[in-house]
């Protein structure tokens, strides 16, 4: 396969550079791409950043970037439908002899599954135990071209990056797992578009000082009920604070996250959701 470290998709490198800079690097992850290459070349950038000697990280030329790039890594691994049909269980169970084993050259090993959408069943059940239990330091990728192809239980073990443009949550995943929100959290949470109205219409109403952000208060208590949203609620009101200071609104956006941040710490005291709610709205009344 040919492999282009230099033409991997920017959007999702951005991303990725940041989760290993900060020491967050997942251990399993499923990328989707129409243009699966685009998919592969970045799986590829990502092992190569991790491995590279060179000053400009991943430089493409140094020793360790060489070998995973013409596929003569022994801590990177691709796997691939041997008949164009299908991945079959015996190629998983290689996968599992692997991860029984060390990294050789590296601190972490890197396993690729391109066309992830062909998995067999028995397979795609095999796998399950990797991505549930990995034994040795490694990041598992898979790679697919459709989303709906892959098994729910397999896509709730791996943090999905789609690179499809325009694709329906993937900006507001990529920023709630920087926060520290798990896949299954993020599935839980599925689709946040009427909450995140009403949760902006809360953030209005304080900043306008108007005193319907009180009932506003009390409708998102009773609406809010799980903590994963509640948690979500509290990640859009900081980020909508945060918009505020870079537009040039720094005085309600400074205030509001001093009074987040205060709410912050009545949440380590367990005081309710609701009464968190009204505390925060009254620091708005006129």
Not at 134 to 163: E, G
Not at 170 to 185: A, C, Y
């Amino acid at each position: 396969m040919l492999v282009d470290i230099t033409n991997p998709a920017q959007k999702q490198v951005a991303f990725l550079r940041r989760t290993f800079e900060q020491g967050k690097l997942g251990h399993s992850y499923l990328f989707i791409d129409i243009n699966e290459q685009e998919a592969v070349n970045t799986a590829y950038w990502l092992a190569c950043l991790s491995n590279c000697t060179g000053i400009e990280k991943p430089d493409g030329t140094c020793k360790n970037c060489q070998q995973i790039i013409s596929g003569n890594h022994p801590d990177v691994l691709l796997i691939e439908p041997e008949n164009k049909q299908s991945l079959s269980i015996d190629q998983i169970r290689f996968l599992k002899e692997e991860l029984a084993k060390s990294p050789v050259q590296s601190s972490i090993r890197f396993f690729f599954i391109n066309q992830a959408e062909k998995l067999s069943l028995p397979a795609a059940n095999a796998l399950l135990n990797l991505l549930e239990e990995p034994i040795a330091p490694v990041v598992t990728i898979l790679i697919a071209n459709n989303v709906n192809q892959i098994l729910p239980t397999i896509k709730s073990r791996t943090q999905i990056i789609n690179f499809v443009p325009n694709s329906q949550n993937t900006d507001r995943n990529e920023k709630l797992i920087e926060q520290g929100f798990s896949q299954n959290e993020l599935e839980e949470l599925d689709d946040t578009t009427n909450l995140a109205k009403l949760g902006k219409y809360f953030y209005e109403e304080m900043v306008e000082q108007n005193p319907l952000a009180l009932v506003s208060a009390h409708q998102l208590a009773d609406t809010v009920k799980s903590r994963v949203k509640q948690d979500y609620l509290w990640f859009l009101l900081k980020d909508l604070a945060q918009k505020d200071i870079d537009s040039g609104n720094l005085q309600s956006g400074g205030k509001m996250l001093k009074d987040l941040l205060k709410i912050d710490q009545m949440r380590c005291s367990n005081v309710n959701f609701r009464n968190l709610l009204d505390y925060l709205a009254l620091q708005w009344k006129r």
